[in-house]
């Protein structure tokens, strides 16, 4: 299987981003994008906020890192997340616990890797909870640094994405269809008829018979 990886938190997709309990000021939450210079930075009465993204398509999730030395003021030290599938079920019953990020140290973030997510599954929707920081104050400079796989191929297969909601879709892999054209077969046929009395008649017709044949190939990935 193979998959263009991409940062998954664009300006789209951070629009839709929401916060509990606390929701932000309007347009705050395009400052989640990894290019903000600044980042969002909670209030002292919002310590362990939770950020909700909706991806515009399923995605597969292959690392999640809330970066420190993006901001000035980064400080989120740990972080959980959940991951919900495109019918909206769990994918992780429990929260998945990040790596903690050094206090000293701002060049190693808080993040999940691939060993750490369930990377083969399909995902619609992340919840993230920051449950610690640097300062122990409320969380200050965050971006989300999400790298996901929004279309794999496999050999020469195709991919079909399916709308169910406006908000969530799922993909599937379609064998390629090839359609053979074999050439007109001709065949030819006799009847005959014969009476007694004033006469006796024969007819010959022939006709064509044209034949499609549809085939099916998949190829080995």
């Known amino acids: 299987m193979r998959c263009e990886e991409m940062q998954a938190v664009d300006e789209a997709v951070s629009k839709k981003i929401t916060v509990k309990p606390k929701e932000l000021p309007k347009d705050e939450n395009l400052k989640f994008q990894p290019t903000s210079p600044d980042g969002v930075s909670f209030d002292e009465n919002n310590l362990k906020p939770t950020i909700t993204v909706q991806f515009d398509k399923p995605a597969e999730v292959h690392s999640l890192t809330l970066p420190r ?52 599954e399909r995902v619609s929707r ?9 300062n122990d104050e409320s969380p200050k400079g965050v971006v989300l640094d999400i790298i996901a796989c929004t279309e794999a191929t496999t050999g020469s297969y195709s ?25 007109p077969v001709s065949t030819a046929f ?24 549809t085939t099916e190939s998949a190829e080995t990935p």
């Open 190 to 213: 006799t009847s005959s008829s014969t009476g007694t009395g004033t006469g006796t008649g024969t007819s010959t017709g022939a006709g064509t018979v044209t034949v499609t044949v």
């Open 159 to 183: 991919s079909l994405c399916c709308s169910f909601e406006k908000r969530t879709a799922s993909c599937f892999p379609l064998h390629v269809l090839e359609t053979t054209n074999v050439t």
């Open 69 to 120: 030395d993006k901001t000035p003021n980064g400080n989120v030290q740990q972080f959980e997340v959940t991951f919900y599938s495109p019918y909206g079920n769990k994918i992780n019953d429990i929260p998945i616990l990040s790596d903690s990020s050094p206090k000293e140290d701002k060049s190693k973030p808080a993040k999940l890797d691939s060993t750490q997510i369930p990377s083969d």
């Open 126 to 134: 992340i919840d993230i909870t920051i449950v610690r920081t640097t």
